[in-house]
């Protein structure tokens, strides 16, 4: 059988300055990539990836539409060097990459939805109320009893399933401190609160997911040029009404990436491809089968080992 490949699109948490200077500089397929997000959003996003300030890139409505300029940067390079995928998934708001990868969305209306998407996210929960916490290692059968225990009335639920190892829980922040205690209790090798500025992915998202359905109802979907595995169900994707429903579905909901993982293993696909900032999915994939192979692509100098692998 032949082998299949997967592009990964890296979501909030994966951002850091400095993020596509490198590759703008050295490829004027990614340069043009920014230039056209400079324009689609009226401001300097560009400067904010390349230069920061931190506190800036870090405000959700900038997050948003940063990382998926780099991804999409990356992604023309790729192209660029005769490089596609037979698959794309994209980790939370990295589905919007996705989509725009596979042609549904095109990258200024993604722009312009993302850096919304991140705002009403943000406004959906005042400052202080939610919270967001890791927990690695809990055994799987603790964790629905860890956050029955820990909710006493307020919200508190599984955010990303991110591999068998990795939970992240999000609600109000009581009640995800109780479950950090709790899951601490209960096995988990470690449990620590999370640096977000919104509880991202659970009940509490409700207000910024009805905001946001206006805007997504608005843009065009086209149907795509190959599939996707969404975070809502965690299977295959092909129209664009099938691809906007889940970007509406997934703001409250769990992102399901082992389930997306597999989902995508299960149909052959044994290369993943990390395109944009950072690592982080790629250090997933190897927690969630270890004979699964993920190479990044966001620097000029992964370009030889994606070609090789």
């Given at each position: 059988?032949?082998?299949?490949?997967?592009?990964?699109?890296?979501?909030?948490?994966?951002?850091?300055?400095?993020?596509?200077?490198?590759?703008?500089?050295?490829?004027?397929?990614?340069?043009q990539v920014f230039e056209q997000a400079?324009?689609?959003?009226?401001?300097?996003?560009?400067?904010?990836?390349?230069?920061?300030?931190?506190?800036?890139?870090?405000?959700?409505?900038?997050?948003?539409?940063?990382?998926?300029?780099?991804?999409?940067?990356?992604?023309?390079?790729?192209?660029?060097?005769?490089?596609?995928?037979?698959?794309?998934?994209?980790?939370?708001?990295?589905?919007?990459?996705?989509?725009?990868?596979?042609?549904?969305?095109?990258?200024?209306?993604?722009?312009?939805?993302?850096?919304?998407?991140?705002?009403?996210?943000?406004?959906?929960?005042?400052?202080?109320?939610?919270?967001?916490?890791?927990?690695?290692?809990?055994?799987?059968?603790?964790?629905?009893?860890?956050?029955?225990?820990?909710?006493?009335?307020?919200?508190?639920?599984?955010?990303?399933?991110?591999?068998?190892d990795q939970v992240v829980i999000a609600?109000?922040?009581?009640?995800?401190?109780?479950?950090?205690?709790?899951?601490?209790?209960?096995?988990?090798?470690?449990?620590?609160?999370?640096?977000?500025?919104?509880?991202?992915?659970?009940?509490?998202?409700?207000?910024?997911?009805?905001?946001?359905?206006?805007?997504?109802?608005?843009?065009?979907?086209?149907?795509?040029?190959?599939?996707?595995?969404n975070n809502w169900q965690a299977r295959?994707?092909?129209?664009?009404?099938?691809?906007?429903?889940?970007?509406?579905?997934?703001?409250?909901?769990?992102?399901?990436?082992?389930?997306?993982?597999?989902?995508?293993?299960?149909?052959?696909?044994?290369?993943?491809?990390?395109?944009?900032?950072?690592?982080?999915?790629?250090?997933?994939?190897?927690?969630?089968?270890?004979?699964?192979?993920?190479?990044?692509?966001?620097?000029?100098?992964?370009?030889?080992?994606?070609?090789?692998?």
């Amino acid at each position: 059988m032949p082998t299949k490949t997967a592009f990964l699109f890296p979501g909030q948490g994966s951002q850091f300055a400095g993020m596509g200077k490198a590759l703008a500089a050295a490829h004027a397929a990614a340069r043009q990539v920014f230039e056209q997000a400079d324009d689609a959003l009226g401001f300097a996003l560009s400067r904010l990836c390349f230069e920061g300030p931190e506190d800036q890139l870090k405000l959700t409505e900038n997050t948003q539409p940063a990382l998926l300029a780099v991804s999409t940067a990356a992604l023309a390079v790729l192209r660029e060097n005769g490089l596609a995928p037979d698959y794309v998934a994209g980790h939370s708001l990295g589905e919007y990459s996705a989509l725009v990868a596979a042609g549904s969305l095109q990258f200024a209306d993604g722009l312009r939805l993302v850096r919304k998407r991140g705002r009403y996210m943000q406004e959906a929960v005042p400052p202080g109320v939610g919270a967001m916490a890791a927990l690695l290692k809990l055994p799987d059968s603790k964790l629905e009893s860890v956050l029955a225990d820990a909710a006493r009335g307020e919200i508190v639920s599984a955010a990303n399933l991110n591999s068998p190892d990795q939970v992240v829980i999000a609600g109000h922040a009581a009640a995800v401190a109780r479950a950090v205690d709790l899951a601490k209790a209960a096995g988990a090798r470690r449990a620590v609160l999370l640096p977000v500025s919104a509880p991202f992915h659970c009940a509490l998202m409700v207000p910024a997911q009805q905001r946001l359905r206006a805007d997504l109802e608005a843009a065009e979907f086209r149907d795509l040029a190959f599939p996707l595995v969404n975070n809502w169900q965690a299977r295959e994707v092909r129209s664009g009404a099938e691809a906007r429903e889940g970007l509406y579905q997934q703001v409250p909901n769990p992102v399901r990436w082992t389930d997306s993982i597999r989902r995508l293993a299960a149909q052959g696909v044994t290369r993943f491809v990390e395109v944009g900032a950072g690592s982080v999915l790629s250090g997933l994939l190897r927690n969630i089968d270890p004979t699964l192979t993920g190479v990044k692509f966001g620097e000029p100098a992964d370009l030889a080992k994606v070609v090789a692998a």
